[in-house]
């Protein structure tokens, strides 16, 4: 099944480079430089530093006057990082002024034209924070007080966690060197491949310790096990082998044998984000004092849904960190804040957040207060989530025609999928999900479909599901509204239809009640052909669909939401059946 979609961007590195180093000149001038700024210019710096490194090492990794200056520079903001987060302002200025200077060297050299950025999936999706791994760095040199260490970060997101880490040691005395690594291969068995070059550097340095980094691991555990026996067949010993994943696990359950064995054999370093954010009180420091508590992982269920036979299917693994956050005003009331993650990176950040207050002001969602530490805050508004099997009155109906129209004429922007990925998902995902002899009816309908596959593209809401709206005493309000077009999943920014397809199919709308919403939709969007780019989207959506909640199947274990996902896979393969079955007009004349 596919339901990940590739985010690459092609960008000039000069410019970027440049962009850098004005950002860390501005900090340098600062008194005292902001913290999460300069965690922000560490995350972009890395986010080029891999695509510069990749580039120029396609197909074996080794070592050049530029890589080791691309190092310096981030190497220096993990040292400003470590500063700015001890509130040591004069060394962070100095830091940072060191790494402008790197940067402005690296803008003079030849470097190629374009590179490919990758999305730091750690940093966007999964809070993880480069803090993390600093307190994991003092917590490994607190036991084991190194006097040499080599960092070698796993590209992308180890890129910067190694710089950070890197920073960290050389202030608590360690001498360091740090080069970053691309393992290759299929995502379940992926691989590093070295120069014979940097393979003897790293064999000079058999007597320091080596700290392998990277967020993980992920299904298999293959990046982080495939470095450490790269390491052993370069003659370092197992104890001097030291893992740096972002969360702790013996290694029983990752899929590789490789992993399995080698997480037994290594020792490895994880500080986690409650003992950093929420043990700590850093993250609560930022709010007036109160009372915290966690909905991640679909624990808000427990609170929103008045019967456990109303939760939604939940992939705990996918689902962003949320929390609720509760403090008595100098009124005496009581406030409750929304806390849900929205990722680290500044530009993503701050574009999501003029989303956020762009559908508040629309009337269709609360209005957010401010970002902190990568959490959108937003007032908590009572009510209950739909389910789905509500009646759809006209009430419903107006406010998600409203909606779909807004988010139609506010979001327009260029497609973030070709309609090749889409088409190879939606071919893949139907084969797999119902079989080949279904996937063979997908291509006269894509015929019959024409070329409608991107007419009107925005930023997508992406998740028209029920229990995404809750009802309120003022209305209908929608929730995760502002980030769906920019994770990592299917169909990213895509034509509206795709939305409107989905709002009628998760919302079961029969024929008058689709009629309804469409000619309302229609009116004020200005929309005239989205009838006849529905019957290509409901198949793009429900293949998508599909694929998700069978993937979901397969890694929910034997519990309540296993179950929720096979039923919701069922449903999705009948209703992708269905559509194959019919005609364009049977299904969507309106």
Not at 239 to 264: E, M, Y
Not at 488 to 496: K, R, S, V, W
Request: negative net charge; charged residues 20%; contains cysteine.
């Amino acid at each position: 099944m596919i339901v990940f979609r590739d985010q690459r961007a092609a960008v000039d590195p000069v410019q970027l480079l440049s962009t850098l180093r004005i950002d860390a000149c501005r900090l340098a001038s600062h008194a005292c430089p902001d913290h999460e700024e300069t965690v922000q210019l560490l995350i972009s710096a890395g986010t080029l530093e891999a695509a510069l490194v990749d580039t120029l090492f396609p197909s074996a990794d080794g070592t050049t006057p530029i890589t080791r200056r691309l190092r310096e520079a981030g190497c220096a903001l993990g040292h400003a990082v470590w500063h700015t987060w001890e509130n040591r302002t004069t060394d962070a200025r100095r830091w940072l002024g060191q790494s402008a200077a790197t940067l402005a060297y690296l803008e003079l050299q030849q470097l190629p034209p374009t590179v490919e950025v990758r999305v730091p999936e750690g940093y966007a999706y999964y809070a993880v924070y480069p803090e993390m791994y600093l307190e994991a760095a003092r917590r490994f040199h607190h036991a084991h007080a190194p006097r040499n260490a080599v960092c070698l970060g796993l590209r992308s997101i180890g890129t910067s966690l190694s710089a950070v880490i890197a920073g960290t040691l050389e202030e608590l005395g360690c001498t360091v060197v740090s080069f970053t690594l691309r393992p290759r291969g299929h995502p379940f068995d992926r691989h590093p491949v070295v120069t014979p070059e940097l393979a003897e550097i790293l064999q000079r340095e058999r007597d320091a310790t080596f700290l392998l980094i990277d967020e993980g691991p992920g299904i298999s555990g293959s990046s982080l096990a495939s470095t450490a026996e790269l390491l052993s067949r370069l003659g370092i010993a197992d104890d001097r082998i030291v893992l740096f994943p972002s969360w702790a696990t013996d290694g029983s359950g990752l899929k590789s044998q490789q992993a399995r064995d080698r997480w037994s054999r290594h020792k490895q370093f994880v500080v986690d984000f409650d003992e950093v954010w929420l043990a700590s009180g850093r993250l609560a420091r930022t709010l007036p004092p109160g009372k915290m508590r966690e909905f991640s992982a679909g624990a808000w269920r427990r609170e929103l849904c008045a019967d456990p036979a109303d939760f939604p299917a939940v992939q705990p693994q996918h689902e962003r960190r949320k929390y609720l956050y509760q403090w008595d005003t100098a009124e005496g009331t009581d406030e409750v804040s929304w806390l849900s993650f929205l990722g680290l990176a500044r530009d993503s950040t701050a574009s999501k957040l003029r989303r956020a207050q762009q559908l508040a002001a629309a009337g269709f969602t609360t209005a957010p207060t401010s970002i902190r530490h990568g959490f959108l805050i937003t007032p908590f508004i009572a009510g209950s989530p739909l389910t789905g099997r509500e009646e759809v009155d006209g009430t419903l109906l107006e406010t998600l025609a409203s909606y779909l129209a807004h988010v139609s004429c506010t979001q327009a922007t260029q497609p973030s999928v070709t309609q090749r990925a889409l088409l190879d998902m939606v071919v893949t995902n139907t084969a797999e999900g119902l079989g080949d002899e279904w996937a063979s009816r997908l291509h006269p309908r894509l015929r019959e479909c024409g070329d409608s596959w991107c007419e009107r593209s925005v930023a997508l809401d992406g998740r028209m599901l029920p229990h995404e709206w809750i009802r309120t005493s003022g209305g209908y309000l929608k929730t995760d509204a502002v980030h769906h077009h920019d994770d990592h999943f299917f169909p990213g920014c895509q034509d509206i239809a795709w939305d409107v397809a989905g709002t009628c199919l998760e919302f079961n709308l029969g024929p008058a009640a689709r009629q309804q919403l469409l000619e309302r939709y229609r009116s004020l969007s200005g929309d005239a052909t989205i009838a006849a780019r529905l019957p290509l989207h409901a198949i793009t959506y429900l293949a998508f669909r599909l694929g998700y909640t069978t993937l979901a199947v397969s890694t929910a274990g034997e519990d309540s939401d296993s179950k929720r996902f096979s039923e919701a896979a069922r449903r999705y393969g009948e209703l992708l059946r269905s559509e194959l079955s019919h005609t364009t007009s049977e299904m969507w004349n309106a």
